[in-house]
């Protein structure tokens, strides 16, 4: 089978070949998500093994019980199943987040404050002559984006790696600033700064000092110059910036740079996102609630509220008293504060893989892989939606089925 | 089974004008009486009430990628509840709406069947996604061509059978319903920064012009024999001294005909109907856009009413994005796709006393007025011109001068010497309003079976508690704003979704979409479609599109 669609990272190629279960022109980590790994054998309840009915029976009983109960993971499963998600969490009164909470939350609140200048990889691909890496390692993190999109990637106005300057802003050597014509080294924590006097000097202002974030004002001037020069230039930017000093406040800066520099050529912006379908965790409740994660039903409609409806401060709180994980493990990621509730509550976990989740949940239901067994809708980093296959057959229910024959038990509980 | 009893019936396709009849309905259809067995029939007792064919939406942004990154970047919008979650779904949004409140609040104004307006090719999977995220309403999608490359570049050659095969192509990867072209080559020149000032104006790379897109897609369209004709947003949007582009426009199609529909469909003309040079000196140009509309017989437009209040911007008009964030200040969202065009959204308040807004809503009226009521269709351009709810507002403000006169005292004076609304006396009549928001986006979306009650039709039905015989419009105007917004049902399909203006029954419509494929061959573009995947796209050609699976009621028409 070809053109099979990765579903490791949010690059989502959608070029690999598979044949007799071998799988090529993937990178290492997309290859390592179709290669055999430890599964969760089947359904559990405490330990004991049980169908699928009975398992999800238990499980809707847990959701439909629960006075709040939280819904969070998402982003490593297809747009069908988040929706079927989200439809949970609205008839149990539950809280629906997702994994952007702890990475990219910050760029939605970004969002929010300036919108976003934005295009599809293809735009880099076929007009960016130049492209900034700005706190984000796709080198190591999306390791074909540079290739298929944009530093190596020919197109439309970029015939040639010559045609296009990469530059790297980050606080160390990354692999990703080896690729780069400019490598710019900032000081942790002073990424805003460095915006601002981009900013400034974009607007023809004059900046008075020798650095700035241990930037040399002379390279500010020369990025800006490039930056200016740029017929077309994206910035893409990872959680270097939205987990450092600043957080959304980086981002909207970087959106206000953008902004400043439309006016004189055009330029766009868009986050590095890392699970393959971690933006559909945030467009499949978007038009299903108008949010896109730290949303709670508790009232019968969706308040969006973040630091008070994420996942990590809900539970640090102790305002959750079930959880159900899809595909995703907190147990492993989150704040040990927020970990040591999760232990005392009932947890229901639907993943093809066990991991440290899987150890303090209550209901275990292991899932088909998207992408190698169950097929679905997946938004790439860019927005754009591909369909990822079903490659071989299996015993397991997809996460799709799971969830359809739960919600159905959930409505049949609530009336 | 339905037996709806001693309505009084307007049905402009079929020439009833307020007459009492009897409807009967048969597995989603409208049927002869002697179809059905009366006892079997549920009976809806209509006496002194108006029936109508469900409302038809042919320009409105339901659906993808614009319409959610407004949701996601406009959290204020969605903080209104409309609905808690219990027998249906919850539901938030002021003018933005979830998904569901879209089904809901259409059918809430007894409105049955909406087409969303302009979907990024490449973006048609999300695009889907939310429609099907829909309840009630039939829908549909048009897929926007103006910019994309393969356009040009067949308009170049000057080769229509290729044209034509890629359109056919297109929509069947695309589960589209039709072909739209927005702003055609202006938003390839915004990728430069630019824009096209001209239907003269050269595309990058291509060297095409907009008059040359605009044709040569008309006459692929026509060749094809699409059930919709080309839907234009037009070049120069937003721009005092438009009004000129917008009838430089329509006069590329004069001498064509089609004897189902119009050609060509000029849409939201609001926001294309400026005279003047400059926002100090920008006056209605709708006079003259209505003369040269009603003098020919193969163009419609549509409204683009704005309403005062709350709105967000958002069009497949990249640069006029640009302009409107700059003139406002406003939060911007843009997004550059491929190689087949761009959006961009910004949050937006008409003001009535802003002499600017107050115009823009005086030209809309002056449209809805002054050109004929087959050639002109009811449309806010939601969210663009404000809440598709209040086209019940719309209506009565049609249909009432004195209602007008009301208005026009709490706008801008502006108004009085910028535009000519204060002096139309003109009145529509109710069943005017109909072929307004029923019989005529029917007719110009090529769907036979909407918009009207004959047998055959489909049972999407209306019913409001006004008396046709009995109202006077023209004085009772807030008796028909406020029955409008609360019709006594609203039948999809045969089904009682709507009663007394509340929700009893959410159901699943359909998804149109057109194949045309069989009148082409597809082997005559196989290499360019190669060639352009393998080159500019981010995606691998065979990923590109939607299955019909992937649809959840999908509705198949195939062209012959
Ligand atoms: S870059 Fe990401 S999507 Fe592409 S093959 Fe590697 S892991 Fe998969
Ligand atoms: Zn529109």
């Known amino acids: 089978m070809e053109n099979v669609v990765c579903t490791f990272c949010g690059s989502v190629c959608d070029d690999g070949v598979f044949e007799n279960g071998d799988i090529r022109r993937l990178c290492a980590l997309g290859k390592s998500k179709f290669s055999k790994k430890e599964r969760i054998k089947a359904p559990m309840i405490d330990g004991k093994e049980v169908s699928y009915e009975e398992a999800i029976e238990k499980a809707a009983e847990i959701l439909v019980e629960a006075k709040r109960p939280l819904l969070y993971g998402w982003a490593s499963t297809v747009n069908e199943a988040i929706r079927l998600g989200v439809l949970i969490a609205e008839k149990v009164g539950g809280i629906y987040d997702q994994c952007a909470s702890v990475c990219h939350a910050p760029g939605t609140l970004a969002l929010i404050e300036e919108g976003v200048p934005g295009g599809t990889l293809g735009s880099v691909k076929n007009r960016a002559d130049v492209v900034i890496f700005w706190g984000a390692n796709p080198v190591e993190a999306h390791p074909r984006h540079p290739t298929r999109y944009s530093v190596m990637a020919k197109g439309l106005l970029i015939k040639d790696r010559k045609d296009r300057k990469v530059v790297v802003i980050d606080v160390r050597e990354t692999k990703t600033a080896k690729l780069a014509d400019i490598f710019v080294q900032i000081k942790p924590g002073y990424d805003y700064a460095i915006i601002s006097a981009l900013r400034a000097i974009v607007k023809g202002e004059k900046i008075e000092a020798d650095e700035v974030g241990g930037v040399p004002v002379e390279k500010l001037y020369e990025l800006a110059e490039l930056m200016m020069n740029a017929k077309y230039g994206v910035i893409f930017y990872g959680l270097g910036v939205t987990q450092s000093r600043g957080r959304d406040r980086n981002v909207e800066n970087a959106i206000k740079l953008v902004q400043q520099l439309n006016r004189k050529t055009r330029w766009i912006i868009w986050p590095m996102r890392g699970h393959y379908n971690v933006v559909g965790a945030g467009e499949v409740p978007a038009w299903e609630a108008g949010y896109q994660y730290a949303i709670d039903f508790s009232r019968g409609y969706p308040r969006f509220s973040p630091a008070e409806f994420t996942a990590v401060e809900a539970l640090v709180r102790r305002d959750c008293d079930a959880a159900l994980i899809v595909a995703s493990d907190p147990a492993a990621h989150f704040p040990r504060k927020a970990v040591e509730h999760l232990k005392k509550i009932p947890v229901i976990q639907i993943d093809p893989h066990p991991n440290l989740t899987t150890l303090l949940s209550n209901v275990v239901i292991p899932s088909a892989i998207a992408g190698l067994e169950a097929e679905g809708s997946v938004y790439r980093m860019d927005g754009i939606v591909l369909r990822v296959k079903k490659l071989v057959e299996t015993e397991y229910w997809s996460d799709v089925q799971i969830l359809e024959k739960m919600y159905e038990v959930v409505v049949k509980r609530v009336g | ?560």
Request: charged content about 25%; glycine content about 8%.
């Open chain 2, 1 to 560: 089974m339905l037996w709806i009893k001693n309505g009084i019936v307007i049905d402009p396709k079929n020439g009833i004008e307020g007459e009492k009849m009897d409807i009967f309905v048969k597995e989603g259809k409208i049927v002869e009486e002697s179809e059905v067995n009366k006892e079997e029939c549920k009976v809806i007792d209509a006496s002194n009430k108006l029936v109508v064919a469900g409302g038809v939406e042919m320009h409105s942004h339901i659906a993808g990628s614009k319409i959610n990154t407004g949701r996601s970047m406009r959290p204020e919008e969605m903080r209104v509840v409309r609905n808690v979650a219990g027998k249906f779904r919850a539901v938030v949004g002021r003018v933005l709406l979830t998904a569901p409140g879209i089904g809901y609040e259409y059918a809430k104004m007894g409105y049955t069947t909406a087409v969303e307006a302009a979907s990024p090719p490449i973006g048609s999977p999300h695009t889907h996604e939310e429609l099907d995220a829909i309840p009630i309403l039939d829908k549909a999608a048009l897929p926007v061509f103006g910019n994309w490359h393969f356009v040009f570049k067949f308009v170049s050659e000057k080769d229509q059978e290729k044209l034509q095969a890629f359109i056919a192509w297109a929509i069947e990867r695309t589960k589209g319903y039709g072909v739209k072209i927005v702003n055609p080559g202006g938003v390839e020149k915004w990728m430069y920064g630019s824009n096209v000032r001209t239907l003269d104006d050269e595309v990058p790379i291509y060297g095409v012009t907009p008059r040359e897109i605009i044709t040569e897609v008309v006459k692929a369209n026509e060749a094809l024999n699409l059930p919709h004709c080309v839907h234009i947003h037009c070049n120069n949007l937003g721009v005092p001294g438009n009004y000129e582009t917008t009838i430089e426009t329509m006069k590329l199609v004069s001498g064509m005909k089609n004897e189902n529909r119009p050609v060509l469909h000029v849409t939201h003309v609001q926001f294309n109907a400026y005279a003047g040079s400059s926002w100090r000196d920008v006056s209605s140009g709708a006079e003259e856009i209505a003369k040269y509309v009603n003098k020919t017989d193969n163009i419609t437009i549509d409204m683009g009413q704005p309403i005062f209040g709350h709105a967000t911007a958002m069009t497949g008009d990249a640069p006029f994005q640009f302009t409107l964030h700059r003139l406002t200040g406003a939060r911007w969202s843009n997004k550059d796709t491929e190689i087949e065009g761009g959006a961009g959204i910004v949050p937006l308040v008409y003001l009535p006393k802003n002499p600017v807004h107050a115009l823009q809503w005086a030209i809309g009226l002056e449209l809805g007025l002054l050109i004929d009521s087959d050639k002109v269709v009811i449309s806010t351009d939601w969210p663009n011109g404000g809440p598709f709810t209040e086209y019940p507002y719309i209506m009565a403000m049609l249909m009432s001068k004195r209602m007008r006169e009301k208005e026009l005292e709490r706008v801008s004076p502006y108004v009085q010497k910028a535009s000519s609304l204060p002096a139309i006396d003109t009145e529509k009549t109710l069943y005017e309003v109909i072929k307004m928001s029923r019989s005529l986006p029917a007719k110009i979306l090529g769907m036979e079976n909407k918009g009207h009650l004959g047998v055959g039709a489909d049972a999407d039905i209306a019913i409001y508690d006004i008396n046709p015989n009995e109202v006077d419009p023209s004085v009772e105007y807030e008796l028909i704003n406020k029955a409008f917004r609360k019709p006594a049902y609203t039948i999809k399909g045969g089904e009682i979704v709507v009663k007394d203006g509340e929700l009893v029954a959410e159901t699943w419509g359909r998804t149109f979409w057109v194949d045309a494929t069989k009148k082409v061959s597809m082997e005559a573009i196989e290499s360019d479609l190669d060639e352009y995947f393998q080159n500019y796209y981010s995606v691998e050609r065979i990923n590109f599109g939607v299955d019909e699976r992937w649809v959840k009621k999908p509705a198949r028409l195939e062209v012959k």
